[in-house]
Nanobody
Framework: QVQLVESGGGLVQAGGSLRLSCAAS????????MAWYRQAPGKQRELVAS???????NYADSVKGRFTISRDNAKNTVYLQMNSLKPEDTAVYYC???????????????WGQGIQDTVSS
């Protein structure tokens, strides 16, 4: 199994910054992709940003130019630097990893427990 532990959330004023971290642990052969999702009250979970093992990144239009996803492969950790935060960024942020536990095994998705980020106006 893969455990994902998020940290770095909290309360910040509009215009401020937060940096989320997500560390993956367990018996892992490889992590193909890591991503951040978020879910606001009454809304569906949505993809915020993702990065694959080759280094390519993808962002939701709503966060382009404000958020940056990065990854430390040696630490199996993904980060989300969030700048110029807006009240509409308020949500529970979830880390996701697509990992393979053994060389011949399938890739599976794993989720963190979620972390609350609140942006006040």
């Amino acid at each position: 199994q893969v455990q994902l532990v998020e940290s770095g959330g909290g309360l910040v004023q509009a215009g401020g910054s937060l940096r989320l971290s997500c560390a993956a642990s367990g018996i892992i052969f490889s992590i193909n992709a890591m991503a951040w999702y978020r879910q606001a009250p009454g809304k569906q979970r949505e993809l915020v940003a993702s990065t694959i093992s080759g280094g390519s990144t993808n962002y939701a239009d709503s966060v382009k130019g404000r958020f940056t996803i990065s990854r430390d492969n040696a630490k199996n950790t993904v980060y989300l630097q969030m700048n110029s935060l807006k009240p509409e960024d308020t949500a529970v942020y979830y880390c996701n990893a697509v990992a393979r536990l053994v060389v011949t095994g399938p890739s599976k998705g794993y989720w963190g427990q979620g972390i609350q980020d609140t942006v006040s106006s």
